[in-house]
């Protein structure tokens, strides 16, 4: 069965960091790409980042790039999201999100979420 | 403002059938197969059809899909209350090198 369990939420002041980390289980972690998406409070989806089973393609909404970074460690089945300069309208649920084998954008499973709220 | 639009609700009754529009642009939707999403209240998304019309196992055939040109529809017969939940279009966008979303639409059932 596959598993997708985030991690590393909380509160963080607004210009702080953060790391979020997705354990996975049930399936060959590096055969799959993996995405981050997001959910404001009350608003809909938000794609943030995808990387390639291997590690070595990256893929960033404008609105992240340059300060975060997702990264994986197959040897760990871990997935992560280093979150720097965050701001207000970064507070979000954040899911981790598997793809379908061969596709970067059919997410079939995904985690329950990490809440992450940027405030003072 | 999303890259898809999606109407922002809809409403049916038990066992009347509705559909869901998703427009988009050559870059997404005109050149990448579309996703579906269903979201019930207070859960992770769930996938619900994949390139244009195929159905995850587990999916009930109740919930079908069809793209044309640059826009796609979802449609759900047989409307049962359980399917009340907001429904998410997505494809990948060869513009902006990433996934796109719609707004979301919120099914109602009366």
């Known amino acids: 069965e596959v598993q997708l369990l985030e991690s590393g939420g909380g509160l963080v002041q607004p210009g702080g960091s953060l790391r979020l980390s997705c354990a996975a289980s049930g399936f060959t972690f590096s055969s799959y790409a993996m995405s981050w998406v997001r959910q404001a409070p009350g608003r809909g989806l938000e794609w943030v980042s995808t990387?390639?089973?291997?590690?070595?393609?990256?893929y960033y909404a404008d609105s992240v790039k340059g300060r975060f970074t997702i990264s994986r460690d197959n040897s760990k089945n871990t997935l992560y999201l280093q979150m720097n300069s965050l701001r207000a309208d970064d507070t979000a649920i954040y899911y981790c999100?598997?793809?379908?084998?061969?596709?970067?954008?059919?997410?079939?499973?995904w985690g329950q979420g990490t809440l992450v709220t940027v405030a003072s | 403002q999303s890259v898809l639009t999606q109407p922002p609700s809809a409403s049916g009754t038990p066992g009347q059938r509705v559909t869901f529009s998703c427009s988009g642009s050559s870059s997404n939707i005109g050149s990448n197969t579309v996703i579906w999403y269903q979201q019930l209240p207070g859960t992770a998304p769930k996938l619900l059809i994949y390139?244009?019309?195929q159905r995850p196992s587990g999916v009930p055939d109740r919930f079908s899909g069809s793209k044309s040109g640059t826009s796609a529809s979802l449609a759900i017969s047989g409307l049962q209350s359980e399917d009340e939940a907001d429904y998410y279009c997505?494809?990948?966008?060869?513009?902006?090198?990433?996934?796109?979303f719609g707004g979301g639409t919120k099914l109602t059932v009366l």
């Open positions: 990387l390639n089973g291997g590690g070595g393609s990256t």
């Open positions: 999100a598997k793809a379908l084998a061969g596709s970067y954008s059919r997410l079939d499973y």
């Open positions: 997505s494809a990948w966008d060869d513009s902006l090198n990433g996934l796109v």
């Open positions: 390139s244009n019309n």
